[in-house]
């Protein structure tokens, strides 16, 4: 059986619910987020696991950190894994389209079905949902809400100041 744990820091964008699998982060919620699992799947609340994650967060919120290099225990199936390892392709400060994220997958016309797994991503932030626009270029759906996907999107293109007072 494996071990789960959480603990829950505070953020620019709300508090974030942070979740490990035998120590490795598997989930980060936001409050309010769509397809957002029970908090009794979150497993005994114990911050031991998550000091790295911790660092890497307050840095990237400080402004100071453009590509998280932390160990990810990614649950879903193979081809929302394919997704969510694209979408760690996104460089900071830029974006795709799902239909630009489709093509790199070598499916082109799966451009519905890679929103559908972009949206069930586990592990918001450190895998960049919020870097998926629409065709178009305007903002499409965020488990997190469209005013956090503006407001992180800003925040990467340096229109928004970096928070003060990242985390702590």
Same mark, same amino acid.
């Given at each position: 059986m494996p071990t789960v744990q959480h603990t829950v820091v505070d953020s620019p964008y %709300?508090? #974030? /619910? #942070? @979740?490990? @699998?035998?120590? @490795? #982060?598997? $989930? @980060?919620?936001? /409050?309010g987020q769509r397809h957002r699992p029970p908090e009794e799947t979150f497993g005994e609340p114990d911050p031991r696991p998550f000091g790295e994650v911790v660092r890497q967060l307050d840095a990237y919120f400080a402004g100071d950190l453009t590509a998280f290099d932390l160990p990810l225990r990614l649950e879903g199936t193979p081809f929302q894994r394919r997704v969510w390892n694209e979408l760690l392709r996104i460089p900071y400060g830029e974006t795709r389209t799902y239909g630009q994220l489709a093509e790199a997958l070598g499916t082109p016309t799966a451009s519905r079905a890679v929103g559908l797994a972009n949206g069930k991503n586990p592990v918001s932030i450190i895998v960049p949902c919020h870097r998926v626009i629409g065709a178009g270029g305007g903002l499409t759906g965020y488990g997190g809400g469209l005013? $956090?996907?503006r407001r992180l999107l800003a925040f %990467?293109?340096?229109? #928004?100041?970096?928070p003060p007072d990242a985390l702590f």
């Open positions: %709300e508090p #974030l /619910t #942070l @979740v490990a @699998v035998d120590g @490795v #982060l598997s $989930r @980060v919620h936001m /409050t005013d $956090r996907k %990467e293109s340096g229109a #928004l100041p970096a």
